[in-house]
């Protein structure tokens, strides 16, 4: 079976590919994509692990991530690759609509904020 070949943004690509995509709350640091979301405590955390879990098994594409009380810290790369590729802001989307998603007529949805907007 032969290596998907993908192209790898270098690091002077990347902060422009994220802004062209709208993932504002993302950035790159030591080789990573990342982004830090706040929750509002422990239940909510899990919750988001587990969904991004659900989102990056179903893409076949996993990130890293580092989880306390209130906060979760997502990393994405391309290990095949050892850089960011399309899979990388692809997953980043999913993450960010999953993470910030509000439902609209007739759900109504909960009205306390699970993930704080913030950069």
Partial sequence: MSKEKLHVYTEAEIPAKLKELKLDAWYLEDGW???????????????????????????????????????????????????????????????????LYRPGPPLGGNPNPFVKLEK
């Fill in 33 to 99: 994509i990342r982004r830090k979301f706040t929750t509002d405590g422990w239940p909510t955390t899990l919750m988001l692990v587990n969904a991004i879990g659900f989102l990056a098994e179903a893409a076949y594409h996993h990130p890293d991530l580092t989880v306390t009380y209130a906060k979760l810290w997502v990393k994405l790369q391309t290990h095949s690759h050892a850089g960011i590729t399309d899979k990388d802001f692809a997953l980043a989307q999913e993450i960010e609509k999953l993470a």
